[in-house]
């Protein structure tokens, strides 16, 4: 599969058992459905539990799990599925559910742990499992790329990536996230917002990337301050997942920048939902990086053309904008309470590890060490939630 490919997707609402008809023609006899612990209590599932028994499919189920995805489980998981001869792979959940199944579906079929795999250390094995993949919040995009985060065995967040690990079929079902709180939906949502910026105007973007990240802009700056104001609103929760999906190909290809450096690197600290960190990164960075775009031509083309995407005149607009935008959707920007006095000198050795750089270096204004240590500064002076 090219790595900008974008795989078969189904997208209305209550089309979960839509994947049994896949599975059953790819010759699934025994199929590793791995699900957010949630999700696995839903009621959701018991209709394609049981088009999966009429298939005379078996099932094996997981989902005792919790947080991002961390080597040790990865071992837990692979050991159940191979013992088991699962031959088909399905996820359902958020992000860390969606990397985990896409890992198995890839890993199953070669004989080597997951480690095997992590930053590239071995080539991946040239096709998966058949799998079938199913957000449940908008945020990821997971079922889209070729990242697949995972936190190694000393706690260093890193990736499973290629292009071999994307599923074969997507399936956006809004009805499954309407559960979501308001809270999540608009940290999941900014992730997605973030990718798709960032993606847009780092130094790798091109044409195809941006082509993506604009529509998704699109689609989420109408759809989100609807979603959390409505979380029974299919439209608009049809509209997030399917900005997520093309936030996470645009991602794809080129990759993030300083805000997910930073979002990273303070998950390896103390506990932060991924787009509460990444929220907080971009805005206190994007007026930074505009700041230092003087005399980079190509580089302001890019921010100005997501500026005209956002319905402004003027790319130095963007930093209220997005300030502006995070009110609207009640995004909450201060610090939880792991963080009230987290190591600055931890952090900003995390910003500078060797496994974070490529998100650092694909920045579009150049992320000195002074600047690392400027960025953390200005985190460390931001308010902290309640306890």
Known sequence: MNISAFPALIARPNSLCDAVPFFEKRGVKKLFLLSDPVMAQSPHLVPLREAL??????????????????????????????????????????????????????????????????MMAHPLPPQSLPSVMVPTTAGTGSESCSTNIIADR????????????????????????????????GWCGMDAFIHAFEASTNRYAHASARGYGHQALRLIVKALPQAIADGDDLDARQMMLLGSAWAGAAIDQVGTAVAHHISHSMATLAPIHHGHATAIGFEVTLGWIIDGLAGDEAAIEKFQSIAETLGLADYRDLPQFVSDFMDSCQIDRSLPVSFAQFDKDKLIEQLLADHTQSMRVATAREVTEDAIKDIVTRLANLPVQAA
């Open 154 to 185: 000393n706690g260093h967040k890193g990736w499973v990536w290629g292009p071999e690990t994307k599923p074969d079929l997507i399936i956006h079902d809004p009805v499954l996230s309407t559960s979501l709180p308001a809270s999540l939906t």
């Open 53 to 118: 028994a009429d298939a005379s499919i078996g099932l094996i189920e997981f989902s005792d799990f919790a947080g991002e995805p961390k080597m040790a489980k990865m071992d837990e998981i692979i050991a159940l599925t191979r013992a088991e001869a699962c031959d088909g792979v399905m996820g359902i959940g958020g992000g860390s559910a969606l990397d985990m199944a896409k890992i198995v579906s890839i890993t199953l079929v070669a004989d080597r742990p997951a480690d095997d795999y992590w």
